[in-house]
């Protein structure tokens, strides 16, 4: 298995500017996790997806930030607009059914300018 | 509030010396507990997890980690740190009464001298 694929590895755009970072869970997998990775707050969870379904998405931080999962293989986090303070590394994780330990992509690194 | 503390930010030790990361946490009951270790520019590797019985576990890399319920503790170790074990070490936990989500430390950054 070719683990957790997050797409793109590094994105730099101008504030103002729409960002999708993307990512395809190991095949199997039933639980997708969103993370944001900063010095200054570490490793946030922004949502979690429990069979394509939303279920708990109080990490995310406002309104600009929505996430989507249209099936058990795809799922997008979408920032619009985006703002320089949204510069991150953006992690996704995957978790088969009933297991506890995820596995991680390789991260979307975005910076906002 | 539950929680997860990394005490160290950084540690540097020497090439061929012990190590022991400290990880602590605080959930009323004991919860399934993880380390990940993150190299310059890369992902979380899971290096060990521990969900019941044996509380000494051993991971992969040479890393083992030793549960303290007493001391609500989990900390990693390694008998002699090799220069590619450079890398930032993030504990984390999974609580049931949190559905289930991984939550993380903030992560100790290790150095390490030749």
């Known amino acids: 298995d070719a683990g957790v694929i997050q797409s793109p590895r590094h994105e730099v755009t101008e504030m103002g500017q729409e960002v999708t970072l993307r990512c395809k869970p190991i095949s199997g997998h039933n639980s997708l996790f969103w993370y944001r990775q900063t010095m200054m707050r570490g490793l946030e969870l922004l949502i979690y997806?429990?069979?394509?379904?939303?279920?708990?998405d109080s990490g995310m931080p406002e309104d600009r930030f929505s996430a989507k999962m249209p099936n058990a293989s795809f799922s997008t986090l979408k920032i619009q607009p985006s703002e320089p303070r949204d510069s991150a590394v953006y992690f996704c994780?995957?978790?088969?059914?009933?297991?506890?330990?995820?596995?991680f992509g390789q991260g979307t690194r975005l910076t906002v300018v | 509030a539950q929680s997860v503390t990394q005490p160290d930010i950084h540690i540097t030790v020497s090439e061929g010396a012990s190590l022991e990361l400290r990880c602590n946490y605080s959930?009323?009951?004991?919860?399934?507990l993880f380390w990940y270790v993150q190299s310059p520019g890369q992902g979380l590797q899971l290096l060990l997890k521990?969900?019941?019985?044996?509380?000494l576990v051993q991971g992969i890399k040479g890393f083992e980690a030793e549960f303290k319920r007493s001391q609500s503790s989990f900390n990693l170790r390694k008998p002699s740190v090799h220069w590619s074990d450079a890398a930032e070490y993030f504990c984390?936990?999974?609580?049931?009464?949190?559905?289930?989500?991984?939550?993380f430390g903030g992560g100790t950054r290790l150095m390490v001298k030749p």
């Open positions: 994780a995957s978790r088969s059914q009933g297991a506890v330990e995820a596995f």
């Open positions: 997806f429990n069979n394509n379904v939303p279920i708990d």
């Open positions: 521990y969900f019941s019985g044996d509380t």
């Open positions: 959930y009323g009951a004991t919860p399934y």
């Open positions: 984390a936990v999974v609580h049931n009464n949190a559905g289930n989500m991984l939550t």
